[in-house]
Nanobody
Framework: QVQLVESGGGLVQAVGSLRFSCAAS????????MGWYRQAPGKQRELVAT???????KYADSVKGRFTISRDNAKNTVYLQMNSLKPEDTAVYYC???????????????WGQGTQVTVSS
């Protein structure tokens, strides 16, 4: 079994900062891309940022320059540092990881439980 457990998030005022972490655990053989998505009320889930196993990153235009994704491969953990937060960043944030478990020969995308972020103006 593989699971992703998120921590962090919460309520913050505009221009404030928050930091997420997401740890993968279980029968893991290999982790490829890790990332963060978010879903605001009444909107579709959208990609926030991704990071490859080698450290290459991609960001949504809306968060470039404000958010930073990083990972610790030794700890199977991905982080999201969010600075200069805006009310429009309010959403439930989900971490993802493309993981090959020891029982399989393919990668499967696992999702975290989701964490609410509320940015007040």
């Amino acid at each position: 079994q593989v699971q992703l457990v998120e921590s962090g998030g919460g309520l913050v005022q505009a221009v404030g900062s928050l930091r997420f972490s997401c740890a993968a655990s279980g029968t893991i053989f290999s982790i490829n891309v890790m990332g963060w998505y978010r879903q605001a009320p009444g909107k579709q889930r959208e990609l926030v940022a991704t990071i490859s196993s080698s450290g290459s990153t991609k960001y949504a235009d809306s968060v470039k320059g404000r958010f930073t994704i990083s990972r610790d491969n030794a700890k199977n953990t991905v982080y999201l540092q969010m600075n200069s937060l805006k009310p429009e960043d309010t959403a439930v944030y989900y971490c993802t990881a493309d993981i090959q478990s020891v029982q399989n020969t393919y990668y499967y995308r696992y999702w975290g439980q989701g964490t609410q972020v509320t940015v007040s103006s």
